[in-house]
């Protein structure tokens, strides 16, 4: 019998194997970028929902449940309203953190750092956005109502209180040549404006699970970026020294008070080194799990699969822009990869972006329903899309049951 979405969500989370692997899709940091929404709009013919980014400040501002039906989407967001609150320029043009954007393209970057020659007393001192301002109480509970309105019980994911998480922001306030700087000669301005922002964001946190928290199944973290595509940006060593500790505080607040709810750390790169760590903070779900050359999935499923869940993994750069058997390709590559033993919420690894056909967005999913049924059963091409994979095909993930293979 088929199970719900909601069922089928917390069966994957607890490690186990549902009937088909759950789908995620329009979270924080894995959206449809706005062109392609109007692109898909106009293949369906239906007209487009209001935007909740009204100011169109971002590369993704629309949210269609409609949409998210048609992709057999497993899981439902709310917003805690920081974007509302943030969006909206004060006189001199800056944001709830004092931060100035410039826009080019389909993205922000930061102008005005205004903490750059902050000393440890100004940085203490500078005005960081409160609660109150950044969760919005009526805006929370009036998205509750219209996911208990769609008629199907989804599992529902708290998005993040901010885009960026206390590694990041510190950078924008700092200045990112700056605070990688304080990072070896100045600890005391890294210590003092992480722990700043750590009780800012906890506070957020903990205000949303307030009002959302019985209802929420996920919550997401604001997202850190700590590895680039072949490299971690900082060391094991100096992500021990600064972050660890306060992660781990963080969620162990989170979870004290909302103990059902399952935390989301998301991070983009060659993570591989740092996964033992986001168990260790508490962690349960990682995204994205991105495809890069320097990793491995087997060996990541094999190693952490019993106590990470992942969620992502789908490439956008390359396999969502190509033709529809590569699409397929790399729907069955990620499943054979993660799908085994339950786990795995499949995803794509970032926002997919406005290049990508949306015959192929519909297909992503199409295919994912296809060949995501337990017991995973289905012949995997011989040559695996993904380069670290190639070499990789005898590991094979301890204690979980895998597809069948094809045997040419």
């Known amino acids: ?139 929370i509970r009036a998205r509750l109502r219209e996911i208990e309105a769609l008629g199907e019980e989804y599992a529902v994911i708290g998005r993040a209180v901010a885009s960026y998480g206390p590694f990041e922001m510190a950078q924008s306030l700092r200045r990112h040549e700056k605070f990688f700087t304080d990072l070896v000669l100045s600890p005391e301005v890294v210590e003092a404006l992480t722990s700043r922002l750590f009780d800012c964001y906890t506070a957020m946190m903990l205000r949303f699970l307030d009002i959302a928290g019985e209802r929420l199944d996920m919550l997401e973290l604001p997202g850190d970026d700590f590895a680039g595509n072949k490299n971690t940006m900082i060391s094991l060593d100096m992500f021990d020294r600064y972050f660890k500790e306060p992660y781990r505080r963080m969620i162990a607040r989170l979870k004290a008070h909302s103990p059902h709810v399952k935390i989301i750390f998301h991070s983009d790169g060659a993570m591989t080194p740092f996964l033992s760590r986001l168990i260790d903070i508490g962690a349960d779900i990682f995204h994205p799990l991105e495809p890069l050359p320097v990793t491995d999935f087997y060996a990541v499923k094999a190693e952490y699969g019993d106590r990470l869940v992942f969620m992502g993994g789908i490439d956008i750069r390359e396999a969502l822009q190509g033709d529809p058997p590569r699409v397929v390709e790399e729907v069955k590559t990620r499943l054979h990869q993660l799908g085994p033993g339950g786990g795995y919420i499949l995803a794509p690894s970032n926002h997919i972006q406005w290049d990508v056909p949306p015959e192929n967005l519909f297909l992503l999913f199409d295919a994912a329903v296809e060949y995501g049924r337990y017991p995973l059963q289905f012949d995997l091409p011989t040559a695996a899309p993904s380069p670290a994979a190639d070499d990789q095909s005898a590991a094979q993930p301890r204690r979980r049951r895998r597809p069948r293979r094809n045997s040419q």
């Not at 899709?25 to 007209?47: C, H, K, N, Q």
């Not at 169109?56 to 949409?67: A, E, G, K, T």
């Not at 953190?97 to 005005?112: Q, V």
């Open 1 to 139: 019998m088929p199970l719900t979405p909601r069922e089928r969500v917390l069966t994957a989370i607890h490690h186990q194997e549902p009937d088909r692997v759950p789908l995620s899709l329009w979270g924080s940091w894995y959206g449809i970028t706005d062109r392609l929404y109007f692109a898909a709009l106009d293949r369906l013919g239906w007209e487009p929902v209001p935007p909740f980014r009204p100011d169109r400040l971002h590369s993704v501002n629309y949210y269609d449940d409609r949409l998210m039906a048609r992709l057999h989407i497993d899981v439902r967001h709310v917003d805690p309203g920081a974007v509302a609150a943030t969006s909206h320029p004060r006189p001199d043009g800056s944001d709830a953190f004092g931060i100035i954007w410039d826009t080019s393209g389909l993205y922000r970057t930061a102008r005005h750092h205004p903490l750059e020659h902050a000393t440890v007393e100004q940085i203490m001192e500078h005005p960081l956005p409160t609660p109150d301002e950044a969760v919005q109480p009526d805006l």
